[in-house]
């Protein structure tokens, strides 16, 4: 059964990077056919997919964050990571890793990490 | 960007009758690239269908979906006492993926 942990620091400043990592046991991710995305939580806003990258390295992000996005992919650890930078207020939220089977839906969920943006 | 409007904001039912969730996008989905996704509480959203009309894995066949373009359902034939979450749609056939808002199916 393929699970999936994020970790990081809960607590981030304001104007600082957010940094996330998700580990994945139960399977390799450098299985072909899937992306590994990251996906956040608010109250307010809902579900918002942030981006996925794909084993090979090759990335998508939402163009409200492109600019501030950044993925990575290390198959020898078996874990796929996110940095936001100049974070605000406003992306205080649980982050949730997982894995995208493209058509097929995003059937593999890390059980989210809330990160709270707060001086 | 689509815009996913999903109705009821929140359906109040009991166990053993039927649900219908309504998923409504701003422009027509090619492909009908549409997901419905569960959510309890204090967890990740789970899985139920994909390309609008197909059983995940696991998922039990109460739950269907059905629709094409711009409105697609979410039913749940016979509500379970484990039914009732919060349900979400999202259409992934192009960039940005968006989720619907969710409905909340309560007792």
């Known amino acids: 059964q393929l699970q999936l942990q994020e970790s990081g620091s809960g607590l981030v400043k304001p104007s600082q990077t957010l940094s996330l990592t998700c580990s994945v046991s139960?399977?390799?991710?450098?299985?072909?056919?899937?992306?590994w995305s990251w996906i956040r939580q608010t109250p307010g806003k809902g579900l918002e997919w942030i981006g996925y990258?794909?084993?090979?390295?090759?990335?998508s992000f939402n163009p409200s964050l492109k600019s501030r996005v950044s993925m990575s992919i290390d198959g020898s650890k078996n874990q796929f990571s996110l940095n936001l930078t100049s974070v605000t207020a406003a992306d205080t939220a649980v982050y949730f890793c997982?894995?995208?089977?493209?058509?097929?839906?995003?059937?593999?969920w890390g059980q989210g990490t809330l990160i709270t943006v707060s001086s | 960007e689509f815009v996913l409007a999903q109705s009821p904001g929140t359906l109040s039912l009991s166990p053993g009758e039927r649900a219908t969730l309504s998923c409504r996008a701003s422009?027509?989905?090619?492909?009908?690239?549409l997901a419905w996704y569960q959510q309890k509480p204090g967890q990740a959203p789970r899985l139920l269908i994909y390309?609008?009309?197909s059983r995940a894995t696991g998922i039990p066949d109460r739950f269907s979906g059905s629709g094409s373009g711009t409105d697609f359902t979410l039913t749940i034939s016979r509500l379970d006492p484990e039914d009732f979450a919060v349900y979400f749609c999202?259409?992934?056939?192009?960039?940005?993926?968006?989720f619907g808002q969710g409905t909340k199916l309560e007792i």
């Open positions: 390309a609008a009309s």
């Open positions: 990258i794909y084993h090979s390295g090759s990335t």
């Open positions: 422009q027509s989905l090619t492909s009908n690239y």
């Open positions: 139960g399977g390799s991710i450098s299985s072909g056919g899937y992306s």
């Open positions: 999202q259409h992934y056939g192009s960039s940005p993926y968006t």
């Open positions: 997982a894995r995208w089977g493209g058509y097929w839906g995003i059937d593999y």
